[in-house]
């Protein structure tokens, strides 16, 4: 990934300064060097690499350095594990060590540059990996996996040693899996499961054993990447390689830390062109990513707080568990895209009926009411005293003879009807018994999804260990969370793909006009102005009340006439972060007494802060709208990034922001407004007019252009408030705040 620059350069000096630099080299997208088509406005790439990773999962040919048979040594079971491996996959081995003739009766050899062929891959059984890349690059071996630990895990010293390795690796032209890795990638995979497979990616090893053991339930697995430190190969090249795979279903992923935030989002931007779901476990939820920026924007969001945005954004399924991620990437990586969105909860128990029902409507899910037609058709079997309008509740009865098939499939019939949930809190048998076979018979049948929720805590009952988990048809969950979890999911994938526009496809390659403008503004280091600020928006459209910057009272009052009274006055200075505190603002001033006054009040206080102006704003006074903010801030994972919130004085009370990385498309910047928890307030409260939120969406736009091409530029920019005005009249920008890097 070319990483971000400073300064004022044109997008073809960035270029032309990291090359120079040796900052990064070429990047490659699908597999060639990238072209000035491929990179967006900063020069960043536009589209993912794909490494190609065949000749890792299944080399011809694999070196073991530091192989060993020795009892009661660590690599002899590595070697003796990867000669098993070896043989699975078809793979000659040969075992490197200077001392030994052979190894578990396989000849070996002293050193790399004595194998009789290439090899594909060289796994190194070495304490320190560093001194043997330069020897595979000579033998040029095409991957590595460095077991090794003590790196970036131990602090500042492991850090700048896997530096170190990092770089030696590029210079060699290899891909290294690891440091710190293990041999999750060698595991015995079973070959006897049918159906799209499950690859995983984990950082820790043992996260992912629950999702390995899945196997043992009838769920295929294909690939595990354990990408350890990522020193080389990181969690967004697995993702791009398995999204390429036709066998695989769905990428499971358990992410401690992401080592590119723009690797990560072209990766799921790739998942997301080809429809494969991505679930992940990211931990760091409780992390507060602490800020200490002036603006209000700053503090409005933490670190965990972008990734989460920036997961939703491009499609990747974020959950909390590890239960949960083996429950939504199995039912995503096996069931057929939705005939419908419509979820029908059909039980023995009305109990059981109202209550999953409950939970289910609370997480988003829609159950419509069966219509008066279907719910007859039922009641042919249902008692008529039982509710069938969703949940539907049998009583009982039915479910033990000819009936229950019948109201499966009349439920499934309907077309509003897209996913069938039956939860059995426990076994009774025989009823249970014929009710799961039912449901799967019936699964058999129809092209439509049908979950079962079996909560037995037992779990060794026929019915469900060789019933519902013998069927690739039926997904079969443990618990009701899980269950209404992962539905919720598939049904939000499926959506979120259909209306998928990769927002790269539609980034900005070349600077506009308003870019050129703005270059004698910026202040390295420095905060500008509010006027600086102001003029910077303005050069990028974005409306700013009437104003005159002036340097005396006689100055100010001739202002005030031509911006027309009542006027609002603020002093302007590159030090002043907020001015409200200060008290250097005054408002709805209708005189020009007021405005002298006003003007001597603020010079002095500004003199008795010790601050310096630049003059003093006299500004139109705009009073009818909703504030809001709308900000730029730098994340040191993803880069720029855009938020938008209620603004005033609720920006700090409330909170209540919603957050992009760039770029995106309009759709995007409406769904922010949607999760505003005070979005009501855009649609008129109280009698109050509706704002013109089309506006609204404008300015967060051009905002959204200003990160992208100033983001090397600016650390913070801040507008607050941004007062959007009643429908059709649009927005002002009354105050703003940029921070230059």
Not at 67 to 78: K, L, Q
Not at 501 to 507: G, H, K, L, Q
Not at 513 to 519: A, E, V
Request: charged share 20%; with cysteine; net charge negative.
């Amino acid at each position: 990934m070319l990483g971000s620059t400073h300064g004022t350069l044109t997008t073809d000096s960035r270029r032309a300064r990291v090359i120079a630099c040796g900052e990064q080299p070429s990047p490659v997208v699908h597999g060639r060097p990238a072209d000035v088509d491929d990179l967006d406005v900063s020069g960043r790439p536009l589209y993912a690499g794909v490494p190609d990773l065949d000749r890792f999962f299944r080399p011809e040919s694999v070196a073991v350095v530091g192989a060993s048979d020795a009892e009661g040594r660590p690599n002899t079971g590595i070697t003796r594990q990867l000669i098993a491996w070896a043989e699975r996959v078809g793979a000659r081995l040969h075992p490197v060590h200077p001392t030994r003739q052979s190894v578990f009766g396989i000849p070996c050899f002293p050193s790399l540059a004595d194998l009789p062929e290439q090899v594909d891959l060289a796994v190194l059984l070495v304490g320190d990996p560093l001194p043997v890349i330069g020897e595979l690059a000579e033998a040029k071996v095409k991957f590595a996996v460095a077991f090794a630990s003590g790196f970036a895990e131990t602090g500042a010293e492991g850090a700048a040693a896997q530096a170190h390795l990092a770089a030696a690796v590029r210079r060699a032209g290899l891909r290294l899996l690891g440091p710190n890795t293990n041999l999750n990638a060698f595991e015995k995979f079973r070959d006897d499961l049918d159906g799209p497979a499950i690859a995983l990616i984990t950082q820790s090893g043992h996260q992912g054993r629950p999702v390995f053991a899945m196997q043992e339930l009838g769920v295929r697995l294909s690939h595990w990447a354990p990408t350890g430190n990522e020193a080389d190969l990181e969690t967004a090249d697995f993702i791009s390689y398995f999204s390429e795979q036709p066998e695989i279903g769905a990428i499971a992923c358990y992410v401690e830390g992401l080592k590119d935030g723009r690797s990560f989002l072209l990766a799921a931007d790739r998942a997301a062109r080809r429809g494969v779901p991505v679930v992940a476990v990211k931990v760091g939820r409780t992390e507060t990513g602490a800020r200490t920026a002036a603006s209000h924007t700053g503090k409005l969001t933490g670190a965990d707080t972008v990734v989460d945005a920036a997961m939703r954004q491009y499609g990747v399924i974020r959950v909390d568990g590890l239960d949960e991620l083996q429950d939504t990437a199995a039912l995503l990586a096996r069931a057929r895209a939705p005939r419908a969105e419509g979820v029908v909860v059909y039980s023995i128990s009305g109990g059981t009926g109202a209550h999953f029902a409950d939970l289910a409507t609370a997480a988003g899910l829609a159950l419509p009411h069966l219509s008066a037609p279907k719910q007859a058709e039922l009641h042919q079997w249902i008692p008529e005293y039982l509710s069938v309008t969703n949940p539907v509740d049998n009583g009982g009865h039915p479910v033990g003879d000819w009936r229950g098939r019948k109201i499966i499939d009349a439920i499934l019939a309907d077309p509003e009807v897209g996913v069938l949930i039956c939860p059995i809190t426990g076994p009774f048998p025989p009823m249970s018994d014929k009710l799961a076979q039912d449901l799967v018979d019936a699964a058999e049948q129809t092209d439509k999804l049908v979950c079962v929720v079996w909560g037995s805590p037992v779990g060794t009952e026929a019915a469900y260990r060789e019933t519902l988990l013998g069927s690739s048809k039926v997904a079969t969950f443990r618990t009701f969370a899980n269950c209404i979890t992962a539905v919720r999911a598939y049904l939000d994938h499926h959506r979120f793909v259909a209306a998928y526009r990769s927002p790269f496809d539609e980034a900005p390659r070349t600077p506009s006009p308003s870019f050129r403008k703005t270059q004698a503004l910026m202040r390295p280091g420095q905060q500008l102005s509010e006027h600086a600020a102001k003029q910077l928006l303005r050069a990028y459209g974005i409306r700013v009340p009437r104003e005159q910057l002036v340097t005396s009272a006689a100055a100010a009052v001739r202002a005030a006439s031509l911006v027309g009274y009542p006027v609002v006055m603020k002093a302007s200075g590159a030090q002043i972060a907020h001015k409200t505190e200060l008290g250097l603002v005054k408002i709805g001033l209708t005189s020009a007494s007021q405005v002298r006054d006003a003007y001597r009040e603020l010079t002095d206080i500004a003199r008795y802060e010790g601050i310096s102006l630049d003059g003093v704003l006299v500004c139109q006074m705009v009073e009818r709208g909703v504030e809001m903010v709308v900000g730029v801030t730098h994340d040191q994972l993803f880069g720029p990034t855009v938020t938008v919130g209620l603004g005033g004085v609720l920006v700090e009370v409330l909170r209540d922001a919603a957050v992009r990385v760039p770029p995106f498309g309009e759709g995007q910047a409406r769904g922010m407004l949607g999760e505003l928890r005070g979005r009501a307030l855009l649609e008129g409260v109280r009698g109050g007019p509706p704002v013109d939120v089309d506006a609204l969406i404008e300015v967060v736009m051009r905002v959204q252009r200003m990160a992208l091409e100033l983001g090397d530029d600016i650390a913070e920019l801040d507008i607050n408030p941004l007062m959007v005005l009643p429908r059709g009249q649009g927005a002002v920008a009354l105050d703003a705040l940029v921070v230059c890097r």
